[in-house]
Nanobody, 121 residues
Framework: QVQLVESGGGLVQAGGSLRLSCAAS????????MGWFRQAPGKEREFVAA??????SYADSVKGRFTISRDNAKNTVYLQMNSLKPEDTAVYVCAARRGFVITTTGEFDYWGQGTQVTVSS
């Protein structure tokens, strides 16, 4: 059974940093696309970042501030978030695909439960 478990969320002041981790088990995703989405209260889920075979994709709202990376040996993907803003407050959810093509529209096969990120002003 595939599981994606996020960690690293928390409360941080504006301008601060957090590093999210997503550990996968039950399947190796080394050659698959993995990504992060977020959902704020009252808003729809939105794409944040994705990585696959060295290709990276970011939402315009996080470019230059967030960095996605992966450690294939650990079957883990990370999201380094710098210069955080109050509007980054959301539940951040990790996702993985069986294939390697990056998609920003939520067409992922596996989803984690999410980790809360709260940025205070």
């Amino acid at each position: 059974q595939v599981q994606l478990v996020e960690s690293g969320g928390g409360l941080v002041q504006a301008g601060g940093s957090l590093r999210l981790s997503c550990a996968a088990s039950g399947r190796t995703f080394n050659n698959s696309a993995m990504g992060w989405f977020r959902q704020a209260p009252g808003k729809e889920r939105e794409f944040v970042a994705a990585i696959s075979r060295g290709m990276l994709s970011y939402a315009d709202s996080v470019k230059g501030r967030f960095t996605i990376s992966r450690d294939n040996a650990k079957n883990t993907v990370y999201l380094q978030m710098n210069s955080l803003k109050p509007e980054d407050t959301a539940v951040y959810v990790c996702a993985a695909r069986r294939g390697f093509v990056i998609t920003t529209t939520g067409e992922f096969d596996y989803w984690g439960q999410g980790t809360q990120v709260t940025v205070s002003s």
